[in-house]
């Protein structure tokens, strides 16, 4: 014969390289009978003159086996992870369940207050303040209450806010907010972590997660930083 069949590895190897892209009608994966048509292709084709060696036929098929191990081994490490994570979100939301009625603790900034009654906020400060300062906003931004004698200590702190204003008056219900400004004997800002005090009334599962009703305000369950019993 003037020219023989293009090896199969070659082949393997075009095909493999035009399965990165998106598949077409025009570019199919080749399956097992497909191997197996196009070795028996490549036999029947080669140059009787030169023909294919025990040892490349043996690597030829090593070659695929070891495709089509892969390939199992691909689909079923894919279908093991679906239903682990399945599982792991069935099990999250029964556990979710159980915290309704418990008290905790939360990373956020943000809090409803009723409107009657006082509210327990705190922070961490990753070292002692010489001054700390809590400032609680509206929904507005607007600051209703600074709190200049806030503790100091390094570490979790907490507080609480009467539910009035600077001028003595009792705020209405809604959402506030509240920051804190604290400072080293040296006058540099230290870096304080809010979180706030709440109780869960309900869980809610949404598409992008687990979230706690905490006195009326969804918390996400990755901001949970403790539950405790009431």
């Known amino acids: 014969m003037s020219s023989q069949v293009q090896s199969l590895s070659s082949v393997l190897a075009n095909t493999s390289?035009?399965?990165?892209?998106?598949?077409?009608?025009?570019?199919?994966?080749?399956?097992?009978?497909?191997?197996?048509?196009?070795?028996?292709?490549?036999?029947?084709?080669?140059?009787?003159?030169?023909?294919?060696?025990?040892?490349?036929?043996a690597s030829q098929l090593a070659q695929f086996s070891s495709v089509e191990q892969l390939t199992n081994i691909n689909a079923e490490l894919a279908q093991s992870i679906s239903s682990n994570s399945v599982l792991t979100q069935s099990i999250n939301n029964d556990l979710a369940a159980t915290f309704i009625g418990k008290d905790v603790r939360a990373t956020t900034n943000s809090f409803q207050?009723?409107?009657?009654?006082?509210?327990?906020?705190?922070?961490n400060l990753p070292s002692a303040a010489n001054t700390v300062t809590v400032s609680v906003t509206d929904g507005a931004g607007n600051v209703v209450k600074t709190i200049q004698s806030a503790p100091t200590g390094s570490g979790d702190q907490s507080f609480t806010w009467d539910g009035t204003d600077n001028s003595g008056n009792q705020v209405g219900s809604g959402a506030y907010k509240f920051s804190i400004q604290a400072t080293d004997s040296t006058g540099a800002s230290i870096t304080a972590s809010p979180f706030i005090y709440g109780n869960v009334s309900g869980v809610r599962f949404k598409s992008d997660g687990t979230v706690f009703v905490v006195d009326g305000m969804e918390v996400p369950l990755s901001d949970i930083l403790e539950i405790s019993q009431e």
């Open 113 to 123: 207050y009723s409107g009657t009654g006082s509210t327990k906020l705190g922070y």
């Open 17 to 57: 390289s035009s399965t990165n892209s998106p598949q077409t009608a025009s570019t199919p994966v080749l399956g097992e009978n497909d191997f197996l048509k196009l070795l028996t292709m490549q036999m029947q084709n080669q140059d009787p003159m030169n023909p294919m060696s025990g040892t490349e036929f």
